[in-house]
């Protein structure tokens, strides 16, 4: 894995989005696999104002995107799909078809993992994929204890992951407990993977990631086998190093 250590998350924000905007540029058709939470907002903001400097195209973009809650539909403004509009679709010249989440309101989500896993397949597979770090090591919603060969499908998630997110609802009990999330085998066949990793609150979990083994406890771990992965860290994310 290669680190570049930046002094701040505007900096993070700014280099993940120069990567992102060159995999563009290099290739208009290109497959980029996004995250949501509240790391990649500044790189999506990045991505707007880029957008509407340069114009940057995105028309034959395709983006698949890692995960959705299960039960709440795309107007729900606390879905992942609602997220991606909010932050980065709406603002773009990308068509919606060509913008894909998981469908987590299928009566047959099992189905719908399975269809996920195709449709990512038929494009070729995904050119760059974004990914933000859990305070537990999760990449996706791939919690701790998740099989290195797993692939798109219906997760629980862990009491510790609904708690980092419950700030995005009124209470934790409103906190969805499943999810569909693309599995760690689909990740990890990513050509290339960004992974974000800003704040004191992942200064933990980003130490325990660049010394630990690699083992299904600690989800990131499996990024050190990829060929090409660059970790961008913050200060304030690489302070315990
Ligand atoms: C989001 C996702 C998660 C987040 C991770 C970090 O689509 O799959 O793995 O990237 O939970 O979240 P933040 O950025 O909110 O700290």
Same mark, same amino acid.
């Given at each position: 894995?290669?680190?570049?250590?930046?002094?701040?998350?505007?900096?993070?924000?700014?280099?993940?989005?120069?990567?992102?905007?060159?995999?563009?540029?290099?290739?208009?058709?290109?497959?980029?696999?996004?995250?949501?939470?509240?790391?990649?907002?500044?790189?999506?903001?990045?991505?707007?104002?880029?957008?509407?400097?340069?114009?940057?195209?995105?028309?034959?973009?395709?983006? *698949?995107?890692?995960?959705?809650?299960?039960?709440?539909?795309?107007?729900?403004?606390?879905?992942?799909?609602?997220?991606?509009?909010?932050?980065?679709?709406?603002?773009?010249? *990308?068509?919606?078809?060509?913008?894909?989440?998981?469908?987590?309101?299928?009566?047959?989500?099992?189905?719908?993992?399975?269809?996920?896993?195709?449709?990512?397949?038929?494009?070729?597979?995904?050119?760059?994929?974004?990914?933000?770090?859990?305070?537990?090591?999760?990449?996706?919603?791939?919690?701790?204890?998740?099989?290195?060969?797993?692939?798109?499908?219906?997760?629980?998630?862990?009491?510790?992951?609904?708690?980092?997110?419950?700030?995005?609802?009124?209470?934790?009990?409103?906190?969805?407990?499943?999810?569909?999330?693309?599995?760690?085998?689909?990740?990890?066949?990513?050509?290339?993977?960004?992974?974000?990793?800003?704040?004191?609150?992942?200064?933990?979990?980003?130490?325990?990631?660049?010394?630990?083994?690699?083992?299904?406890?600690?989800?990131?771990?499996?990024?050190?086998?990829?060929?090409?992965?660059?970790? *961008?860290?913050?200060?304030?994310?690489?302070?315990?190093?």
């Amino acid at each position: 894995m290669k680190i570049i250590e930046v002094a701040d998350y505007r900096a993070l924000s700014k280099v993940a989005s120069e990567i992102i905007i060159k995999q563009v540029q290099q290739k208009p058709n290109a497959v980029l696999g996004l995250a949501t939470g509240g790391t990649p907002i500044g790189t999506y903001r990045y991505l707007v104002e880029d957008y509407q400097k340069n114009q940057t195209s995105y028309h034959k973009i395709h983006t *698949i995107n890692l995960d959705e809650y299960i039960g709440l539909n795309h107007e729900d403004s606390r879905s992942y799909s609602y997220y991606m509009n909010d932050h980065l679709f709406q603002d773009i010249n *990308i068509p919606p078809e060509q913008t894909i989440l998981p469908n987590a309101t299928n009566s047959d989500c099992q189905k719908e993992s399975e269809k996920y896993e195709e449709r990512i397949e038929s494009l070729g597979g995904i050119d760059l994929q974004i990914l933000g770090l859990g305070e537990n090591g999760h990449i996706g919603f791939n919690e701790p204890g998740t099989s290195f060969a797993s692939k798109t499908r219906v997760v629980k998630l862990t009491e510790s992951t609904r708690n980092a997110n419950a700030r995005y609802f009124q209470s934790i009990d409103e906190v969805p407990t499943y999810a569909i999330s693309m599995g760690i085998a689909t990740i990890m066949k990513s050509k290339e993977i960004i992974l974000l990793v800003s704040g004191k609150n992942k200064a933990t979990i980003l130490t325990q990631l660049l010394t630990s083994n690699i083992t299904e406890e600690l989800p990131a771990s499996i990024l050190k086998t990829h060929p090409n992965v660059t970790v *961008i860290a913050d200060k304030d994310a690489l302070s315990l190093t």
